[in-house]
């Protein structure tokens, strides 16, 4: 079986700090970028099997980012999981508008995001 390959972008350095060391834990191929648009080069790059996104950052945020990846052709199957502290109703609807495959909302657990990411990737 193949490595699964994540790309974390989040530009809070403790969190995707904190999700490397959790995926790479659990035998995952990780990759980072601190804001969208090196995000996005990181994609095309990396191409990620499944991409963990904050909505908020700066130069291209989570929801430009998601559209982006969704007219890529080698990228538009990529799963996206957004990570943000926007927790409110009609925020969920923009991430899942935008192309999110799911939305877990700041603080979130561990076992959350690796039941996520085991549910989206096997």
Do not use: W
Request: glycine residues 8%; contains cysteine; positive net charge.
């Amino acid at each position: 079986m193949t490595t699964k390959k994540i790309l974390i972008v989040d530009d809070d350095p403790s969190i995707v700090m904190a999700l490397e060391n959790l995926l790479i834990s659990k035998g995952y191929e990780v990759m980072k970028a601190l804001n969208g648009k090196s995000g996005l080069k990181t994609a095309i790059s990396f191409l990620p099997d499944l991409i963990l996104l904050d909505i908020m950052m700066p130069f291209v945020d989570g929801l430009v980012f998601a559209t982006e990846i969704r007219k890529n052709k080698s990228l538009c199957e990529t799963k996206i999981i957004f990570i943000t502290a926007k927790g409110e109703g009609g925020d969920r609807m923009k991430g899942y508008l935008k192309g999110g495959d799911d939305y877990l909302v700041k603080p979130f657990s561990s076992e959350k995001i690796l039941s996520r990411i085991k549910y989206f990737l096997d």
